[in-house]
């Protein structure tokens, strides 16, 4: 069923650092973009990346993004170390947000992350455990159904 | 796949040329090589953004335009003037005056522009009243931004607003007018756009948004500034009290950047101007990050079209002229929203395609190619000097990595590289 790996990577993302948010998910644009994938699927794994990427900035201490891509899909699969989630259900709801007010103030935790990665996917998957953190895996098809 | 046009409006002249990588080094889109002491021009990776224009201490590089003689080969004349123009002649020189002399350059009629720029924040207007959703819608008056963003950020087409930029439109409006009013053919009426920059001459010779251009041609502010400044000077210095004619401020304001969004009063605006900031802009818009924001107007030059390279006053004297202009004129609406709203719904402004992506070719079409080509890259980059010299021809060492992977370049280029391939000591 699972086709061989074309191309992997991994990336590190640091808690905390807004300034360098978005690093990880620039470059993995970049790299989709070289190797020819499609402009559709660049956009959507680059809104995915970008807003898994700001939730690992945010809440989490520190995060990984696995990027890999085969000949049917890109995927992504993002681990945090971090609080965790206690209610995925109602993270999952669109506005839901734990964002502090200064987060607010500066544009970041308008509760659409989740949901927003979830409308780019082909397949989205999260657990959580309180306490220890937060996985994402993040499924976008190559010649899928052309969803946008 | 279908053929793609990459015309330029800007070429090297190689007899000026010396080879000495300044354009190299300033172009945002890694366009240039150096090869045998000549810069050449990527045709497929160059936006016509002019940056290479500005900095040639030789003056090598070419803006193509029409030249003013061109003109002759119609019968009626028209000169659309981008509203920078009245920038460019000091303090005390009304739209009116400029446009007088204009007409006596040889043309049978002068147009302002800056009444349409007013006509098309209207539309815009009406356009984001329709669509809610996506956003930001991406402003189209700059054609550089939109061969950016068909490069660099195909994915962003779809955000392009789909209404002619004011010099089309002004053009379309007046080749029907006259023609019906003068008993003219189409064909015999010619539409010059007077620009700041030689970009305008690729969206007219080869448009994106129409079947063809609805001007005829782009004389560069540059080629006519000398006679209308000698006009200027003879003319007794009218101090400017009134102009005869009321020209509308809030279409003046679109010669500088943030001009085209001040026309828009019910949404969230944001105006961005310079190549890099609005590649910067560009990339967050792809992130996703802007979804707040309702139109975003992007200008490539500095400050917008006054810093345009082809003006010939200084461009923060411009933009000083252009708000003292504005501020004259008032922003007292000078257009009927009535009619706006009836071409609107005509589609009188409207694009006749959409924007199509053309990215930047891949580093091969075959993806495990591509894929082995990249790694070539990056084992590459580890293995030059990193310090971007360019005496190798190409801008910087990523780009060289990437040139070699292509096979366009081969290591030994590097100067650092001795002939077995090593890092020199």
């Known amino acids: 069923m699972s086709s061989p790996i074309i191309y992997e990577e991994e990336f590190r993302v640091e808690g905390g650092d807004f300034l360098k948010a978005g690093e990880a ?124 | 796949m279908e053929e793609i046009n990459f015309a330029h409006s800007i070429r090297v002249d190689e007899n000026k040329c010396i080879g000495c990588v300044t354009c190299m080094r300033a172009c945002p889109t890694k366009a240039i090589r150096v090869r045998n002491f000549k810069a050449r021009i990527i045709d497929e990776r160059c936006i016509d953004c002019g940056e290479c224009l500005r900095v040639c201490p030789y003056h090598a590089i070419v803006p193509i ?23 460019q002649f000091g303090q005390n020189v009304t739209p009116d005056e400029i446009l007088t002399i204009l007409k006596e350059h040889g043309f049978d009629q002068v147009y302002d522009e800056a009444l349409v720029c007013e006509m098309t924040n209207l539309a815009i207007e009406e356009f984001l009243d329709e669509n809610k959703a996506p956003r930001p819608i991406i402003s189209c ?46 064909e015999e009426i010619g539409i010059i756009h007077i620009t700041p920059c030689a970009a305008k001459m690729v969206s007219i010779n080869h448009p994106e948004t129409l079947e063809k251009s609805f001007l005829d041609g782009a004389i ?22 009134r102009s005869q004619n ?28 310079g ?15 802007l979804k707040n924001i309702d139109y975003l107007e992007c200008m490539i030059c500095p400050d917008g079209c006054v810093g345009g390279p082809l003006t010939a006053e200084n461009r923060f004297i411009a933009k000083s002229n252009v708000q003292r202009l504005a501020r004259i004129f008032g922003d007292k609406e000078q257009v009927d929203q009535y009619l706006v709203k009836r071409l609107y719904r005509e589609k009188f402004f409207s694009f006749e395609r959409a924007v199509k992506p053309k990215p930047f070719p891949p580093l091969d079409t ?15 980059i580890r293995r030059l000097p990193g310090i971007d010299c360019g005496v190798c021809g190409s801008p910087d060492c990523r780009t060289l990595a990437e040139d070699i992977a292509r096979g366009d370049a081969k290591i030994g280029d590097c100067i650092f590289i001795d002939g077995k391939g090593k890092r020199k000591e």
Not at chain 1, 67 to 87: A, Q, S, Y
Not at chain 2, 248 to 266: N, T
């Open chain 1, 25 to 148: 998910s620039c470059r993995i644009r970049a790299i989709l973009k070289e190797i020819g994938i499609d402009n559709s699927v660049v956009r959507r794994v680059g809104i995915a990346a970008y807003e898994s990427e700001m939730n690992v900035v945010m809440y989490a201490r520190l995060g990984r993004i696995r990027l890999r891509v085969t000949k049917e899909k890109v995927f992504l699969g993002v681990d945090d170390e971090g609080p965790g989630i206690p209610d995925v259900n109602l993270a999952m709801q669109p506005g839901y947000t734990t964002a502090t007010e200064e987060m607010r103030e500066m544009g970041f935790g308008a509760g659409m992350g989740l949901p927003n990665i979830k409308k780019n996917a082909d397949i989205f998957n999260i657990t959580s455990t309180v306490g220890r953190g937060t996985n994402l895996e993040i499924t976008v098809k190559l010649n899928g159904d052309g969803r946008n």
């Open chain 2, 246 to 273: 009321q020209f509308s401020g809030i279409g003046l304001s679109w010669a500088i950047a943030g001009g085209e969004v001040k026309g828009l009063k019910y949404y969230h605006s944001v105006s961005v101007a």
């Open chain 2, 220 to 241: 560069s502010i540059q080629e006519i500034y000398n006679r209308i400044m000698m006009k200027v000077k003879k003319s007794k210095q009218s101090v400017m009290l």
């Open chain 2, 275 to 289: 190549v890099y900031d609005t590649i910067r802009i560009l990339d967050d818009v792809e992130s996703g990050k």
């Open chain 2, 65 to 87: 335009t029409t030249p003013s003689s061109d003109i002759n080969r119609f019968r009626y004349k028209i000169a659309i003037p981008s509203p920078v123009l009245y920038s």
């Open chain 2, 141 to 186: 008056t700059c054609p550089v931004v939109i061969r950016l963003i068909q490069r660099l950020f195909p994915s962003l087409c779809g955000l392009i607003i789909p209404i002619e930029p004011p010099r089309e439109i002004a053009a379309k409006n007046l080749r029907e007018e006259v023609a019906k009013a003068m008993s003219i053919p189409k």
């Open chain 2, 366 to 380: 075959n993806r495990d190619e591509a894929i082995r080509k990249m790694e070539l890259k990056e084992a590459t």
